[in-house]
């Protein structure tokens, strides 16, 4: 497993993310709010993390929701999972939203996502005028049956 550095700032008294097993893949966002915000059902809202980082070219962070609190609370990110380019600087913030039938609330400091750092490679496109020939070919959304 390689081990990359990424310069981060963290503006929230929050801790820096970090993988809460070995194994884990991700590691988790916090919400950095002055007060807890309350999510209405179906209603979404940005929040912010008080985090920011420089990823090096050729990397990408992607933001995804955490099990726990779809499951358990029905809040999950919309939008995901979100890219953070390399080149971005700003505030990293996660889109979230109550697909539960009850107000949910989200405090400071609690896990609202989680985040995890991949490799990315860039493309050059060639114009053809014909594709190869696949079994598949064509066939779209559920041709393969159940």
Known sequence: MQEIKVKIINASSNPLPSYATAGSAGMDLRANLEAPIV????????IPTGL??????GYEAQVRPRS???????????????????DYRG???????NLSDQPQT????????QMIVKPVEQISWEAVTELGITD??????GHTGK
């Open 52 to 57: 920011f980082i420089e990823l090096p070219n």
């Open 91 to 97: 505030e990293i913030k996660i889109i979230l939203i």
């Open 68 to 86: 726990g609190l779809a499951i358990k609370q029905g809040i999950t990110c919309l939008n995901s999972p979100g890219t953070v380019d390399a």
């Open 106 to 113: 989200v405090a400071h400091g609690e896990r609202i996502a």
């Open 136 to 141: 598949r070919n064509e066939g779209g959304f």
């Open 39 to 46: 999510l209405q059902p179906l209603e979404r809202k940005m």
